[in-house]
């Protein structure tokens, strides 16, 4: 197992598209986060799964977001209708359980410029 | 979530020890501290976490106070791989809930 894996890396829309990221965790974590990064800043908390329920969003998360985790395994993050203030590192994360004494293994990101 | 402070920015020597500042005043009993680091155009990466005791690992040493108020990430050794962005984070729930972290550049 290489790690999280995120897809694409880099990807550039116009404003008012449509993109979906994939997520690809470590085999057997059921924890699986989605964070965004604008420059300069700390990670962001967008949602999380534990297995293919969705137990917590956040207030950054707007309606043109929507996450999905079908079978428990990958999952991806799709922003509808892209506007300009969406562009940002987009990080996911994988953990073994929910406890606070665990680690979470990060992505590379996939970065989004919406131009 | 209980917030920490950091240093905006720390500069060290190569091949000197690194001592990393987090309080963390308004922590709960149970809130772990973890930290992690960010290296340019990389994801977060996991270096340490404690509760009440000092811990060690391959990568640091984690020195918390008596109180709890506050911790020191130490890195024994910098090199200029460890030029990043460090998070020190209090987690008593399910997610990681980052600041803005310190940035230590490592100058040779």
């Known amino acids: 197992d290489t790690g999280v894996s995120q897809d694409p890396r880099h990807k550039i829309t116009k404003r008012g598209q449509n993109v979906t990221f994939r997520c690809d965790p470590i085999s057997e974590h059921n924890r699986l986060y989605w964070y965004r990064q604008t420059l300069g800043q700390g990670p962001e908390f967008l949602t999380y799964?534990?297995?293919?329920?969705?137990?917590?969003k956040s207030r950054l998360l707007s309606d043109r977001f929507s996450a999905e985790r079908p079978k428990g395994s990958f999952s991806t993050l799709e922003i509808q209708r892209t506007e300009q203030g969406d562009s940002a590192m987009y990080l996911c994360?994988?953990?073994?359980?929910?406890?606070?004494?665990?680690?979470?293994?990060f992505g590379q990101g996939t970065r989004l410029t919406v131009v | 979530d209980a917030k920490t402070t950091q240093p905006n920015s720390m500069e060290s020597n190569e091949e000197e020890p690194v001592h990393l500042p987090c309080n963390h005043s308004?922590?709960?009993?149970?809130?772990?501290i973890h930290w992690y680091r960010q290296l340019p155009s990389q994801g977060p990466e996991y270096v340490i976490h404690g509760l009440t005791s000092n811990v060690n690992n391959r990568m640091a040493s984690l020195a918390i106070a008596e109180d709890r108020k506050s911790s020191t990430l130490i890195l024994h050794r910098a090199t200029l791989r460890d030029a990043a962005v460090y998070y020190c984070?209090?987690?008593?729930?399910?997610?990681?809930?980052f600041g803005a972290g310190t940035i230590l550049r490592v100058k040779s």
């Open positions: 994360a994988s953990s073994l359980s929910a406890g606070e004494n665990t680690e979470a293994f």
């Open positions: 799964f534990q297995n293919e329920a969705q137990l917590e």
């Open positions: 308004t922590i709960s009993g149970t809130d772990y």
């Open positions: 984070i209090l987690r008593g729930g399910n997610k990681l809930v």
